[in-house]
Protein backbone atom coordinates (compact mmCIF):
# COMPACT_ATOMS: atom_id res chain seq x y z
CA UNK A 1 0.00 0.00 0.00
CA UNK A 2 1.34 3.25 -0.86
CA UNK A 3 0.35 6.57 0.68
CA UNK A 4 0.34 10.29 -0.21
CA UNK A 5 2.79 12.88 0.25
CA UNK A 6 3.59 16.27 -0.27
CA UNK A 7 6.41 17.03 -3.07
CA UNK A 8 8.58 20.89 -2.84
CA UNK A 9 8.34 22.14 -6.36
CA UNK A 10 9.16 25.10 -7.99
CA UNK A 11 5.45 25.25 -8.96
CA UNK A 12 4.42 25.15 -5.28
CA UNK A 13 3.24 21.83 -3.16
CA UNK A 14 2.05 19.03 -5.58
CA UNK A 15 0.64 15.96 -3.70
CA UNK A 16 2.66 12.63 -5.17
CA UNK A 17 1.66 8.88 -4.40
CA UNK A 18 4.79 6.89 -2.91
CA UNK A 19 5.00 3.55 -2.88
CA UNK A 20 8.01 1.41 -1.41
CA UNK A 21 9.09 -1.88 -1.96
CA UNK A 22 9.24 -4.53 1.15
CA UNK A 23 12.96 -4.35 1.12
CA UNK A 24 15.86 -1.68 0.41
CA UNK A 25 15.09 0.13 -3.42
CA UNK A 26 17.00 -1.13 -6.14
CA UNK A 27 16.37 2.29 -7.71
CA UNK A 28 14.03 5.31 -7.97
CA UNK A 29 11.05 5.79 -10.67
CA UNK A 30 8.96 8.45 -11.29
CA UNK A 31 5.51 7.71 -12.60
CA UNK A 32 3.99 10.16 -14.93
CA UNK A 33 0.42 10.29 -15.37
CA UNK A 34 -2.47 10.01 -18.21
CA UNK A 35 -4.17 12.64 -18.84
CA UNK A 36 -6.17 11.81 -16.13
CA UNK A 37 -4.66 12.58 -12.69
CA UNK A 38 -3.06 10.17 -10.65
CA UNK A 39 -6.26 8.04 -10.26
CA UNK A 40 -6.71 4.10 -8.93
CA UNK A 41 -4.94 2.73 -12.17
CA UNK A 42 -1.56 4.93 -11.67
CA UNK A 43 -1.72 4.41 -8.35
CA UNK A 44 -1.71 0.79 -8.75
CA UNK A 45 0.92 1.06 -11.40
CA UNK A 46 2.85 2.53 -8.71
CA UNK A 47 2.26 0.11 -6.14
CA UNK A 48 3.23 -2.66 -9.01
CA UNK A 49 6.93 -0.74 -9.82
CA UNK A 50 7.46 -1.10 -5.69
CA UNK A 51 6.66 -4.19 -5.84
CA UNK A 52 9.43 -5.30 -8.54
CA UNK A 53 11.88 -3.56 -6.05
CA UNK A 54 11.56 0.24 -6.59
CA UNK A 55 11.10 3.75 -4.68
CA UNK A 56 8.26 5.12 -6.44
CA UNK A 57 6.81 8.79 -6.56
CA UNK A 58 3.65 9.55 -9.03
CA UNK A 59 3.15 13.30 -8.93
CA UNK A 60 -0.65 14.55 -9.27
CA UNK A 61 1.09 17.21 -12.05
CA UNK A 62 -2.48 18.63 -12.28
CA UNK A 63 -1.83 20.43 -9.00
CA UNK A 64 -0.42 23.77 -9.73
CA UNK A 65 -3.49 24.34 -11.96
CA UNK A 66 -5.92 22.11 -9.95
CA UNK A 67 -5.64 20.17 -6.81
CA UNK A 68 -7.12 16.34 -6.65
CA UNK A 69 -8.15 15.72 -9.99
CA UNK A 70 -8.65 12.15 -10.88
CA UNK A 71 -10.81 11.36 -13.87
CA UNK A 72 -12.51 8.45 -15.60
CA UNK A 73 -12.06 7.64 -19.45
CA UNK A 74 -15.45 9.09 -20.74
CA UNK A 75 -15.40 12.02 -23.57
CA UNK A 76 -15.97 14.60 -20.87
CA UNK A 77 -13.13 13.75 -18.90
CA UNK A 78 -11.29 13.23 -21.25
CA UNK A 79 -11.54 16.81 -23.04
CA UNK A 80 -10.81 18.07 -19.09
CA UNK A 81 -7.83 16.39 -19.20
CA UNK A 82 -6.60 17.81 -22.37
CA UNK A 83 -7.32 21.30 -21.16
CA UNK A 84 -5.51 20.44 -17.77
CA UNK A 85 -2.16 19.42 -19.91
CA UNK A 86 -2.34 22.65 -22.03
CA UNK A 87 -2.62 24.52 -18.87
CA UNK A 88 0.55 22.82 -16.73
CA UNK A 89 2.60 22.96 -20.01
CA UNK A 90 5.42 20.24 -20.96
CA UNK A 91 7.80 22.64 -18.95
CA UNK A 92 6.30 22.80 -15.64
CA UNK A 93 5.91 19.06 -15.82
CA UNK A 94 9.70 17.90 -16.54
CA UNK A 95 9.88 20.62 -13.22
CA UNK A 96 7.85 17.88 -11.44
CA UNK A 97 9.73 15.16 -12.15
CA UNK A 98 13.06 17.09 -11.24
CA UNK A 99 11.59 17.26 -8.02
CA UNK A 100 9.87 14.29 -7.65
CA UNK A 101 13.50 12.28 -8.52
CA UNK A 102 15.32 14.61 -5.73
CA UNK A 103 12.99 13.48 -3.25
CA UNK A 104 13.65 9.99 -4.10
CA UNK A 105 17.66 10.36 -3.81
CA UNK A 106 16.87 12.34 -0.43
CA UNK A 107 14.17 10.21 1.39
CA UNK A 108 14.95 6.65 -0.23
CA UNK A 109 18.54 6.71 -0.39
CA UNK A 110 18.82 5.53 -4.18
CA UNK A 111 21.76 6.77 -6.47
CA UNK A 112 19.47 6.09 -9.84
CA UNK A 113 16.49 7.48 -10.48
CA UNK A 114 13.99 6.64 -13.79
CA UNK A 115 10.90 8.08 -15.07
CA UNK A 116 8.00 5.92 -16.94
CA UNK A 117 4.95 8.15 -18.51
CA UNK A 118 1.69 6.75 -20.25
CA UNK A 119 0.20 8.67 -23.27
CA UNK A 120 0.82 12.14 -22.00
CA UNK A 121 3.18 11.14 -19.73
CA UNK A 122 5.01 9.43 -22.55
CA UNK A 123 6.27 12.69 -23.69
CA UNK A 124 7.12 13.56 -20.20
CA UNK A 125 9.23 10.53 -19.59
CA UNK A 126 10.88 11.75 -23.14
CA UNK A 127 11.49 15.09 -21.70
CA UNK A 128 13.17 13.86 -18.67
CA UNK A 129 15.60 11.81 -20.07
CA UNK A 130 16.68 14.54 -22.34
CA UNK A 131 16.67 17.40 -19.63
CA UNK A 132 17.40 15.51 -16.77
CA UNK A 133 18.91 12.70 -17.58
CA UNK A 134 16.57 9.65 -16.40
CA UNK A 135 16.35 6.48 -17.97
CA UNK A 136 12.90 6.51 -19.14
CA UNK A 137 10.11 4.53 -20.41
CA UNK A 138 7.65 6.19 -22.72
CA UNK A 139 4.16 4.44 -23.47
CA UNK A 140 2.29 5.36 -26.52
CA UNK A 141 3.54 9.49 -26.52
CA UNK A 142 1.78 11.51 -29.25
CA UNK A 143 3.33 14.76 -28.54
CA UNK A 144 6.73 12.79 -29.02
CA UNK A 145 8.04 13.87 -32.50
CA UNK A 146 8.86 17.60 -32.14
CA UNK A 147 11.42 16.36 -29.77
CA UNK A 148 13.04 13.46 -31.53
CA UNK A 149 15.83 16.04 -32.81
CA UNK A 150 17.15 17.17 -29.67
CA UNK A 151 19.98 15.63 -27.74
CA UNK A 152 19.13 12.90 -25.29
CA UNK A 153 21.26 12.88 -21.49
CA UNK A 154 20.01 9.35 -21.16
CA UNK A 155 18.33 6.63 -23.36
CA UNK A 156 14.56 5.90 -23.88
CA UNK A 157 12.58 2.56 -24.36
CA UNK A 158 10.09 3.60 -26.40
CA UNK A 159 6.17 1.08 -26.37
CA UNK A 160 3.46 2.03 -29.23
CA UNK A 161 0.40 0.16 -30.34
CA UNK A 162 0.22 -0.63 -33.70
CA UNK A 163 -3.69 -0.17 -34.21
CA UNK A 164 -3.20 3.11 -32.43
CA UNK A 165 -5.10 5.85 -34.41
CA UNK A 166 -3.48 8.49 -32.04
CA UNK A 167 -0.08 7.63 -33.33
CA UNK A 168 0.30 6.14 -36.81
CA UNK A 169 2.67 4.17 -37.84
CA UNK A 170 4.83 7.04 -40.43
CA UNK A 171 5.42 8.77 -36.71
CA UNK A 172 6.70 5.30 -35.03
CA UNK A 173 9.20 5.18 -37.80
CA UNK A 174 10.18 8.36 -37.37
CA UNK A 175 11.45 7.19 -34.26
CA UNK A 176 13.34 4.47 -35.52
CA UNK A 177 14.69 6.75 -37.69
CA UNK A 178 16.13 9.70 -35.34
CA UNK A 179 17.15 7.25 -32.74
CA UNK A 180 18.52 3.93 -34.61
CA UNK A 181 20.36 3.89 -30.95
CA UNK A 182 16.97 3.92 -29.17
CA UNK A 183 14.31 0.78 -28.50
CA UNK A 184 11.35 0.65 -29.85
CA UNK A 185 8.52 -1.57 -29.76
CA UNK A 186 5.21 -2.07 -31.56
CA UNK A 187 2.35 -4.37 -30.13
CA UNK A 188 -0.64 -6.18 -31.76
CA UNK A 189 -2.73 -3.09 -29.51
CA UNK A 190 -4.22 0.21 -29.66
CA UNK A 191 -3.70 3.44 -27.65
CA UNK A 192 -3.54 3.24 -23.76
CA UNK A 193 -2.99 -0.55 -24.10
CA UNK A 194 -1.35 -1.18 -20.62
CA UNK A 195 -4.32 0.61 -18.92
CA UNK A 196 -6.07 -2.52 -17.44
CA UNK A 197 -9.22 -0.77 -15.69
CA UNK A 198 -10.34 0.11 -19.14
CA UNK A 199 -11.72 -3.27 -21.22
CA UNK A 200 -11.94 -0.97 -24.47
CA UNK A 201 -8.14 -0.22 -24.12
CA UNK A 202 -6.43 -2.85 -22.54
CA UNK A 203 -4.25 -5.59 -24.38
CA UNK A 204 -2.47 -7.85 -21.52
CA UNK A 205 0.10 -9.69 -23.81
CA UNK A 206 1.16 -6.85 -25.08
CA UNK A 207 0.79 -4.93 -21.62
CA UNK A 208 3.20 -8.02 -20.01
CA UNK A 209 5.62 -7.86 -23.00
CA UNK A 210 6.11 -3.92 -22.24
CA UNK A 211 6.48 -4.30 -18.81
CA UNK A 212 8.97 -7.23 -19.41
CA UNK A 213 11.35 -5.41 -21.87
CA UNK A 214 10.06 -1.74 -19.36
CA UNK A 215 11.94 -3.56 -16.35
CA UNK A 216 14.63 -5.61 -18.56
CA UNK A 217 15.42 -1.38 -19.58
CA UNK A 218 15.12 -0.49 -15.89
CA UNK A 219 17.27 -3.16 -14.45
CA UNK A 220 19.99 -2.81 -16.74
CA UNK A 221 20.06 1.47 -16.75
CA UNK A 222 19.55 1.73 -13.42
CA UNK A 223 22.06 -0.78 -12.23
Not at 8 to 25: F, K, L
Not at 118 to 140: D, E, F, I, M, N
Request: hydrophobic letters at 50%; aromatic letters at 10%; proline letters at 7%.
Amino acid sequence: MGQWITLDTAHGPVAAWEAMPPGAPRAGLVVVQEIFGVNAHIRDVADRYAAQGYAVLAPAFFDPVEKNVELAYDQADFARGRELVGKLGLDAAVDIVQAAAQRLKADAGVARVGSVGYCWGGTVALLAAQRLGLPSASYYGARNVPFLDLPFKAPVIFHFGELDTSIPPEMVQQHRDKLPQMAVHTYPAGHAFNRDVDPKAYDAASAALALERTLEFFARELA
